[in-house]
């Protein structure tokens, strides 16, 4: 059997809590798993509203922070107890898009510095000449042309040249899996379709995978192979993206779906919500349905326990006790 490229085992990370702390603990992500293989190169998203987890699931598999429990392997070793050798090579292996790309660039340098930097840090050629034709040939990917940007200062770029440059500079080190963390929100229509569609060609033509952090569920439906809805820190569904947003069936999921405004001008959007308070479901001690105080359909038996999964079809399961 094929042993996975990255293993997401039960991962959960908890802030707070302690003997000398004035608060309870947090959980910002709980027990989550997910196997990618090398062999499938897919994009599977993470999707969820703001403070869901998407963010803390991203930095434990970048390597910023470790979960507090479970585990995540990268070809079978775990991450937490990697030599410097090999954490060298996870480093180049699972890169990095993220958000904004004005914050991740150093203003006083040029663009040529980042991709330069990434070839010595890496050891990628043996001489000048192969550098610049590295570098030259992963700005071709994202659409891009040396002699046009490699002299200029970020500010000087526009805000898709910026992501788009930080793709290429993650490409540049062939890796196994990016990790994109909303990597179109912060540009418009037309550069986003563009980057969606370098995406799927890095993921076609190159064998890469995506873990895809997004709260935009209509980017998700165009280029996702899998879908892990998060709720609150737990994963409420997963499975095949379409079938996800096609025939959702959580609630939640649900009520997800449904809050996609009608482009029609004629029907006037209802602005006016008032949600309960669920932070208390996002305490340690909490273990039921953390979707509990907003579900319509919710039971009693959903504040005894988080429910287990159900599959409702093939790969499309769901964690709610209608289902059961």
């Known amino acids: 059997m094929e042993q996975p490229i990255i293993s997401i085992q039960e991962a959960t990370k908890v802030y707070g809590g302690g003997f000398l702390a004035s608060s309870k603990p947090f959980v910002a992500l709980d027990r989550f798993s997910l196997d990618i293989f090398e062999s499938q190169s897919k994009i599977v998203t993470i999707a969820g509203e703001s403070g869901s987890g998407k963010t803390t699931l991203a930095n434990m598999v970048l390597g910023f922070t470790l979960p507090t429990s ?8 775990d991450v937490a107890t990697m030599t410097r050798e090999q954490r060298r090579t996870y480093r180049k292996e699972v ?23 990434v070839v010595r840090h890496f050891n990628l050629t043996r001489n000048k000449q192969e550098a610049q034709q590295l570098i030259e040939d992963a700005l071709n990917v994202v659409g891009l042309r040396g002699d046009e940007i490699l002299e200029k200062y970020p500010h000087q770029l526009s805000g898709g040249q910026r992501q788009r440059i930080m793709v290429a500079r993650a490409y540049m080190l062939r890796p196994r899996l990016i990790v994109a963390d909303e990597p179109v ?45 998060l709720f609150q820190g737990t994963t409420v569904e997963r499975g095949n993206a379409s079938k996800i947003i096609e025939k959702p069936q959580h609630p939640y999921v649900q009520e997800l779906i449904d809050s996609i405004p ?63």
């Open 262 to 324: 009608v482009p029609d001008p004629k029907l006037k959007w209802d602005t006016n919500i008032t949600l309960p308070s669920e932070e208390v479901m996002r305490m340690k001690s909490s273990v039921g349905c953390r979707f509990y105080p907003r579900c319509a359909k919710h039971m009693d038996v959903c504040t005894k326990s988080f429910p287990e999964y159900v599959k409702v079809e093939d790969d499309h399961e769901v964690a709610c006790y209608l289902y059961k």
């Open 185 to 229: 929100s912060a540009v418009d229509a037309s550069l986003r379709a563009m980057i969606l569609d370098i995406m799927l060609k890095l993921r076609d033509q190159h064998k890469i995978s995506f873990l895809y952090i997004t709260h935009d569920l209509s980017t998700a439906y165009q280029i996702s192979d899998k879908m892990y809805v």
């Open 70 to 77: 479970g585990k995540i392997l990268y070809k079978g070793q």
């Open 95 to 117: 890169q990095a898009i993220f958000q904004d790309p004005y914050e991740v660039y150093n203003p006083f340098y040029r663009v040529a510095h980042i991709f330069n930097m």
